[in-house]
């Protein structure tokens, strides 16, 4: 029946797209007079005029209409309005405003821009690459995008750039501590987001045990997170989606960026292809610890191995005005050990082609391949004597995909609509053991599954106060053999383990399971003057696919398995309601101030789970271990920003909570997850002194509840064993984090009619040297074995200073 279901939604999208291209190439040929009642579409390209880049966000406001539209992912707009004539404004932060005036009589109208920055100094904070005002008059709530530029100048690790450590810096996402893989979005786990590269989901995002992420920065063209009110385009994940996108290379001119710092160097260079009609960007990066640590490494340490390093990549090809293609790929690594060692790393490739069918109908179909893995090599130096006896077992997920995406421009509607097919290829892990030459392999078998969603959005202004966006979209999952299929005992103690009592054979292609959902999608704002508003969002999310990790925090060795006959999907629906106002003076790139009060309930199904000493790691009964759950998350988030001015920054505090309910856990009642933070107070200062011209500074402060844990509450001894009892999961909670950074940039002098620019940024981490407990251990006490000690585990327990050159030519 839901196979019937999703069949049907397929063929009406399919049947769709022809009627809707014929009605729109009507609307666009048809006589003044019968062309929708006279009216016309305004649509283009807005790009940068320095590099040819397509702009995000750029807002194209019609006066005399008060409608406009704002560009899309790929710098496309369009504008319906009736035949007249229009002036038309067009900003974008950090740009120069464009004033053009068109008169629309007998025919649509093409007008491709591009926007030259602003030639003084900005004075502002930039958190968000968006139109003035934005966060009032858009629809969109709960969502952040961060700008390559702000993200230079926050304070960081080593005085390295990372995406992905600065959005713990917005309110709702936090992190189990320093160290830890991911992030953690409005209680949600770190397999709960989905993190998109170019449209090609990133199954680790981490670097160095989660020390930095594997976005290089100056590949980096736009960052969105999106916390709540999701559209119906995205699924797949019940928290956050996290949409990075890749430079597309200047098409102007060569360029050549780089930087050299103390934990790993960067480079990229970016030119125009066949004319200016295409570019490209290759960008590298490579840390060299071992290498500086090698002279100080001995006995077992000696050639120990622990780096990591990425290459990202990106060209496109505009054939004409209406057919652009783009190809990018990633592949990164982590090669961490020495005798014994593992090493991780992801693999993306995507294709897409951006077709215009008319000034109303865009398209853009996407094709990726995705490869996450990991292996443990007991000899990772390979040595001659050791060649007979080794170990090593390795595992991956890898995902097939194809995608198409309509947008049509209706005037005071947009319309999107489109599907995804994913084919998943889980291989949990496979061993291979060596012994006096006698070699053995033996593992899991791979799990297949096929994932698939149909959807359609529209985009509604209802009056100049109202605006709504609503949706609707349909994924079905068929979990596929060949596989085996087991059913477990359920007449078990709650909290121990199952054991399999039957096995289902199933031959290739054969579904061994089928789940379908509805997934609705609903957001509207409602405007209470020019500089305040009130939004509103709902959303139903279903996830597939889950992350298998029993520790404190998820490590690159964690496994990936779908849905099965005993493992439901997760499923999450969230209400958000916000109130979003602007104030202070305004010069004409939006207010002085603006700030935004956030609330929300989250309610999740199918929270995995699992039993007290759980065995993870190539069990071929593992869904015996685990259990299902409930989960909620609610809290208050709260944010002001300063946009320009000397000191410039942000201010951000949430209050939130986040418990799971789990029978056999806790005695069924609901407890904290070990991501539950309470409170957490962020705060950003820009500081541009006019006095020092080539100089700027930062500064972040973090304020954070320290995340719960599991600690024995009583200890016994019998003859001559001690043992220790616990009671309760995370029934204890390790001491708070604070933690201040600070930076200082050096610009290096402009020299006439030299195209190479330089600085030099200073950084202390931690300036305090504060020892933020990562987690507490307990141990027998040295000098009297029948105490017990607490011992707390920091990852940085002194201050780290750093400094990095960069360039650009």
Not at 59 to 88: C, D, I, M, Q, R
Not at 470 to 484: E, M, Q
Not at 627 to 648: C, D
Not at 716 to 727: L, N
């Amino acid at each position: 029946m839901k196979q019937t279901v999703l069949i049907r939604l397929l063929c009406l999208t399919v049947l769709l797209m022809p009627t809707v291209y014929a009605q729109a190439q009507a609307d666009q040929n048809a006589s003044p007079r019968a062309a929708s009642q006279d009216k016309f579409t305004i649509s283009g390209y807005i790009k940068d005029a320095s590099n040819g880049e397509g702009l995000i966000g750029v807002s194209v406001y019609v006066k005399e209409t008060a409608t406009g539209a704002v560009t899309n992912s790929y710098g496309f707009y369009a504008v319906t309005v009736p035949a007249g004539t229009y002036n038309l404004v067009i900003t974008y932060v950090g740009y120069e405003k464009q004033n053009k005036t068109l008169t629309l009589t007998d025919q649509n109208i093409r007008l491709d821009l591009e926007l030259k920055e602003e030639g003084r100094q900005l004075q502002e904070v930039v958190v968000s690459t968006k139109r003035d005002d934005d966060n009032v008059k858009n629809i969109e709530m709960s969502v952040n995008r961060i700008d390559v530029k702000t993200l230079q100048r926050i304070p960081a690790l080593l005085g390295e750039v990372d995406v992905v450590r600065s959005i713990q810096l917005l309110p709702g996402v936090s992190t189990v501590g320093e160290g830890a893989t991911g992030f953690n979005v409005r209680g949600g786990s770190i397999d709960q987001n989905l993190v998109l590269l170019d449209e090609a989901p990133v199954y680790n995002s981490s670097h160095l045990f989660g020390f930095f992420s594997v976005f290089n920065p100056d590949a980096v063209k736009d960052v969105k997170l999106v916390k709540g009110g999701i559209p119906a385009l995205y699924g797949g994940r019940v928290s956050s989606i996290l949409d990075v996108r890749l430079k597309e290379g200047n098409a102007k001119k060569p360029e050549l960026n780089g930087g050299i710092g103390l934990i790993f160097s960067r480079l990229s260079y970016e030119r125009p292809l066949f004319k200016g009609k295409g570019s490209f960007i290759v960008a590298g990066r490579r840390s060299y610890a071992d290498i500086l640590a090698q002279p100080f490494l001995n006995n077992d340490l000696k050639g120990a191995k622990f780096y990591f390093y990425d290459l990202t990549a990106k060209a496109n090809y505009r054939f004409n005005d209406k057919n652009t293609v783009f190809l990018s790929g990633y592949f990164g690594r982590d090669v961490f050990g020495a005798d014994f060692g593992f090493n991780w790393g992801n693999t993306t490739a995507s294709a897409r082609w951006n077709h215009v069918f008319s000034d109303k109908l865009f398209l853009n179909t996407t094709a990726y391949y995705s490869n996450y893995d990991y292996s443990l090599d007991s000899d990772l130096k390979r040595r001659p004597e050791n060649a007979n006896d080794y170990f090593r077992t390795d595992s991956r997920i890898v995902d097939y995909s194809i995608k198409p995406d309509f947008t049509l421009f209706l005037g005071k509607s947009t319309i999107t609509f489109g599907g995804q097919s994913i084919l998943h290829d889980f291989q949990p892990g496979t061993a291979t053991a060596a012994s006096s030459g006698d070699v053995r392999t033996f593992g899991l078998t791979s799990k297949y599954a096929l994932e698939n969603a149909v959807y359609i959005g529209n985009e509604q202004q209802v009056s100049p106060k109202l605006q709504l966006q609503y949706g609707l979209r349909y994924s079905l999952f068929n979990y596929v053999g060949p596989g085996d299929a087991y059913a477990f005992t359920t007449d078990v103690p709650l909290g121990t383990s199952r054991f399999p009592i039957t096995t289902i054979q199933y031959k290739r292609g054969e579904t061994i399971q089928t789940y379908g959902n509805w997934e609705p999608r609903f957001s509207a704002k409602y405007e209470l003057g020019n500089n305040s508003s009130l939004k509103l969002s709902y959303n139903r999310l279903a996830q597939y696919i889950h992350l298998i990790s029993n520790t404190t925090a998820s490590t690159p060795l964690d496994i990936w398995t779908p849905s099965t006959n005993n493992i439901k999907p997760q499923i999450g629906d969230q209400i958000a309601g916000g109130f979003f106002k602007n104030f202070g003076r305004s010069n004409g790139s939006g207010s002085e101030f603006e700030a935004s009060v956030e609330v929300y309930y989250k309610w999740l199904q199918n929270q995995i789970d699992y039993i007290d000493g759980a065995n993870l790691i190539l069990n071929k009964f593992l869904e015996g271990d685990l259990l299902s759950g409930k989960g909620r998350a609610y809290g208050a988030e709260f944010y002001i920003k300063r946009n320009r001015g000397t000191v410039n920054g942000w201010v951000s505090y949430t209050l939130a909570r986040t418990e799971r309910q789990v029978a056999g856990i806790n005695g069924g009642g609901w407890f904290p997850t070990r991501f539950d933070k309470p409170h957490t107070l962020t705060t950003v200062l820009l500081v541009d002194p006019p006095q020092a011209k080539r100089w700027n500074f930062s500064a972040t402060f973090t304020l954070a509840s320290g995340t719960p844990a599991t600690f024995p509450t009583n200890r016994f001894e019998f003859g001559g064993f001690t043992g220790q009892v616990i009671s309760g999961r995370n029934n204890y909670r390790i001491p708070p984090y604070h933690r201040l950074d600070l930076a200082a940039t050096l610009q290096g002098r402009q020299r006439p009619g030299k195209r190479k620019t330089d600085n030099w940024v200073f950084s202390v981490y931690n300036v305090y040297a504060r020892k933020n407990p990562f987690s507490v251990f307990f141990q027998p006490d040295a000098d009297n074995p029948r105490l017990t000690q607490a011992i707390r585990y920091s990852v940085f327990a002194t201050a780290i200073p750093s400094v990095t050159y960069n360039f650009k030519f």
